[in-house]
């Protein structure tokens, strides 16, 4: 099943790759571009759009999966009810019954989930468009995420989290936790590369939980985002050609933090007492941008702000401020994230707790290691930019 899923990484990168390099032609034609002024850092006018090529990169092979799936399925339904089938025919279905197991939780047996989060996503999607042509305020992005997730978590029993709490905690908690991690990607994207890049990053470390444990519609969903942050990045690495906007970082936040509710983060035939420390794999893997969300989100509070109010204190901004180059800056919080996702990898395999906390405590010191590195004076309050 990994050719199958590298398959589907690499044509989500070659759509992705194509569709973010005839959007940098078509956005300056439209007038679709991000211009300087005081709350930008960069000179010069930038097309926007990236965001377009993720999602068609992610939407397009995802909705033609599923309805290729749900067609084999019934051509294959079809053959059986003909009589006895040819020996080809046979073999056919022999086929079709091995692809049905290994896709144990997949396409098939996922298909509403799939649609219904395809569904919020071009929601969230034109949401980031209409915000990208004209800010639409704060606060109605909130909603609609909140709106979003909780179609999800309510629709889908499979989509909660701590279970154990109780049904309403439980729906609760979930979608306060993707409403989270997608608000802290699209506070990322304040530099060139960075939520991307580190949503890539964050991708694969899960990626390769969900092939190592088996979980194939999560393995397929995450190459298919994988492939297209790729393609996009190659364009928007610094110096960045082109930006994703918000119709991209709130889709790129919004599908991790589905995902990462509906991977169980068990290896295969494991309980849940033989490895509970599991479920904390997914924040280990999101320290960096959710400590970088609680942060700046408490500075702006501190200083009587609404936390979605843009400014500077972002931790990529602190290290700029501290003489690094804004590649430098970004590339040394992949580096980071990417120290905080192999130990999360390691996690559901670990034999005693002790090994456990272990891992933690490696996760704070990274934590440690950034809250010391942006000690740096606060910008002034007329020096805002970004998410």
């Not at 190659?234 to 599908?255: E, K, Q, T």
């Not at 490895?275 to 794999?281: L, N, P, Q, R, T």
């Amino acid at each position: 099943m990994i050719l199958p899923i590298l398959c589907l990484a690499g044509a989500s990168l070659v759509i992705s790759f194509l569709a973010t390099w005839f959007i940098i032609h078509l956005a300056p034609r439209i007038g679709f571009v991000d211009k300087p002024g005081h709350r930008k850092i960069h000179a010069a006018p930038k097309p926007l759009g990236g965001g377009v090529a993720i999602v068609i990169a992610l939407a397009l092979p995802m909705f033609g999966a599923i309805v290729a799936f749900n067609y084999y399925e019934r051509a294959a339904y079809v053959v059986t009810m003909r009589g006895a089938p040819t020996h080809a025919e046979a073999q056919a279905l022999v086929t079709a019954d091995e692809l049905q197991r290994a896709l144990h939780g997949g396409v098939l047996r996922q298909t509403p989930l799939a649609l219904t989060l395809l569904a919020a996503t071009l929601v969230l999607h034109i949401l980031g468009l209409f915000d990208d042509f004209r800010a639409l305020g704060p606060y109605v992005k909130l909603v609609v995420q909140l709106v979003a997730a909780s179609v999800l978590v309510v629709s889908f029993r499979e989509m909660r989290i701590l279970t154990t709490l109780g049904k309403m905690p439980s729906i609760a908690l979930t979608i306060l936790w993707i409403v989270a991690v997608t608000n802290a990607f699209n506070f990322l994207d304040n530099m060139d590369g960075l939520s991307a890049g580190v949503a890539a990053v964050c991708t694969t470390a899960f990626l390769i939980t969900a092939v190592v444990i088996q979980q194939w519609f999560v393995a397929a969903t995450l190459a298919l985002l994988l492939g297209a942050l790729l393609g996009f990045l190659y364009w928007n690495f610094p110096p960045a050609r082109i930006f994703m906007g918000d119709s991209g970082s709130l889709v790129i936040g919004f599908v991790l933090g589905v995902l990462t509710v509906r991977t169980t983060y068990l290896p295969k035939d494991e309980d849940f007492a033989a490895g509970w420390y599991s479920v904390f794999a997914p924040l280990i893997v999101l320290a960096v941008p959710l400590y970088d969300l609680i942060v700046v989100s408490m500075i702006r509070i501190s200083r009587g702000k609404s936390p979605f109010v843009g400014d500077t204190n972002h931790f990529s901004h602190r290290l700029v401020a501290r003489g690094m180059s804004r590649r430098t800056a970004v590339l040394t919080l992949y580096l980071l994230t990417a120290a905080t996702s192999v130990a999360a990898i390691l996690l559901p395999y670990v034999t005693s707790t002790f090994a456990a906390m272990l891992i933690f405590a490696q996760t704070l010191l990274v934590l440690g290691v950034v809250a010391l590195l942006e000690q740096h004076p606060l910008p002034s309050a007329h020096l805002e930019d970004g998410k």
